[in-house]
């Protein structure tokens, strides 16, 4: 389900439905449907769910807890747990089978995402008085080819919320800016040293390339004009060195030499953008005779 077509659909001047079914026999996409509508409407300045009036539910939102960064690829599904405490009045029952709750991210401003995301399923909370409850949730990332969520403009920073629905009375309650995280397209790094072995003080070409996941044809593509790290550990330690910083060339390739002298693994190390995280290469190993 792409989200980012329903929040232009609930945010037209069209009649809305009533939420589907409740919480307890939601499944994944009407569950999603009915929390995207829920946060469109939020978004827009609206409260009801549907063409009659319908209150806010009296449920605030605080300490949103997520992942700094969440590493997406082409094609397979990531969850990245979320914890938030929920607030609410007293004449709020959370252990009701017609509430539901769940944090979101989006990109772009609260009152106009550009592109939301949300859980398949509502979170699980548990009171910790009559009016406070700790609750953990997931966000959902579907990139494959059958799902489209994201485009390649989404990759950056996204901004946290939560919000809560009573199936029954249509009320909601809907919070924006509890948090950010990264979400980032999967970065891949490889490194080839040769030849294998090699004479000391003779010439070892070291290359590979790094790439990036393209949320929009879900294959891997060459990161261009990226600046790369040559890395050496010497056979016996666990540290690695930089000899030297590369850029990757227009299809993401990478190549330079070096002078062999010891024994020891090279690798390439890329420290990441906002877009595409930090990722090394496995230490390739050359015999120095």
């Not at 609410?88 to 939301?116: L, R």
């Not at 909601?172 to 790094?189: E, I």
């Not at 004009?225 to 993401?252: A, C, E, H, N, P």
């Amino acid at each position: 389900m792409r989200i980012r077509a329903t929040v232009a659909a609930v945010s037209g001047a069209l009649a809305l439905s009533a939420f589907a079914v409740p919480a307890a026999q939601a499944d994944a996409s009407s569950y999603r449907a009915d929390a995207a509508q829920a946060v469109s409407h939020a978004a827009s300045g609206k409260t009801a769910f549907t063409a009659t009036t319908a209150a806010d539910l009296d449920v605030t939102f605080s300490n949103f807890k997520i992942a700094k960064a969440v590493k997406v690829g082409t094609t397979n599904h990531v969850a990245t747990s979320v914890t938030y405490t929920l607030t609410h009045g007293a004449d709020v029952d959370i252990t009701s089978e017609d509430f539901a709750n769940g944090p979101f991210i989006y990109k772009g401003s609260s009152d106009a995402p550009d592109n939301m995301l949300f859980g398949d399923a509502p979170a699980t909370c548990s009171a910790t008085s009559a009016t406070t409850a700790t609750c953990k949730g997931n966000i959902d990332i579907y990139p494959g080819p059958n799902d489209e969520e994201l485009l390649n403009s989404d990759a950056g920073t996204w901004h946290g919320g939560a919000l809560a629905l009573n199936y029954t009375t249509e009320d909601s309650a809907a919070q924006f800016g509890l948090g950010t995280t990264l979400v980032q397209r999967y970065s891949k790094l490889t490194v080839n040293a040769s030849p294998e072995p090699v004479k000391k003080g003779k010439t070892i070409t070291v290359t590979g390339k790094l790439s990036r996941a393209n949320w929009e044809d879900h294959q891997y593509h060459g990161y261009t004009s990226q600046s790369v790290q040559l890395q050496f550990r010497k056979k016996g330690s666990s540290t690695y060195t930089t000899l030297k910083t590369i850029k990757s060339d227009s299809t993401g390739n990478l190549k330079t030499t070096t002078t062999a002298s010891v024994d020891g693994y090279f690798r390439y190390s890329f420290a990441g953008t906002s877009t595409t995280p930090a990722v090394s290469a496995t230490g390739d190993f050359v015999d120095v005779q």
